[in-house]
């Protein structure tokens, strides 16, 4: 039976039961594999080929480089009494949001948005559409 001198850990590759045990984690890539027996990192592989096609579909069709982020997260609840930690990976996905123009607005005195800039007065009131049945002549 090995162990670290360093730290007591007793090192042994195999279980009682012949099943292979998993080392310490001393990378971010042993800690992956770790997270549900590596199930974790098999079950993200779907949605990382989802996200890659989504991305790429909306730079073709914008013609325009787009942005996209891919955020792991690692909850860890330490339990002092039992003397173990419990991880709790997730895994987000955020593609490009359509943008579908721009509008300008300003803030009232009562926390509102308003197309219309506070303290000046109006000039023209709400556009209406003018009919062009009638051939109209200018007199002059």
Not at 72 to 90: M, Y
């Amino acid at each position: 039976m090995d162990h670290n001198p360093e730290t007591g850990e007793i090192i042994e590759e195999r279980a009682a039961d012949g099943g292979q045990r998993y080392p310490a984690a001393n990378t971010l890539s042993d800690l992956l594999m770790m997270l549900k027996d590596g199930a974790f990192n098999s079950d993200s592989s779907e949605p990382l080929q989802e996200f890659a096609r989504k991305l790429e579909a909306a730079g073709v069709d914008s013609d325009k480089k787009v942005k996209g982020s891919i955020t792991l997260k690692i909850d860890v609840e330490f339990d002092p009494d039992r003397e173990f930690s419990v991880l709790t990976p997730s895994l987000a996905f955020k593609l490009p949001t359509a943008k579908h123009g721009a509008t300008v607005a300003w803030f009232t005195s009562d926390g509102r948005l308003s197309p219309n800039k506070p303290r000046q007065g109006n000039l023209f009131g709400t556009i209406r559409e003018v009919s062009t049945t009638e051939p109209r002549t200018l007199h002059g």
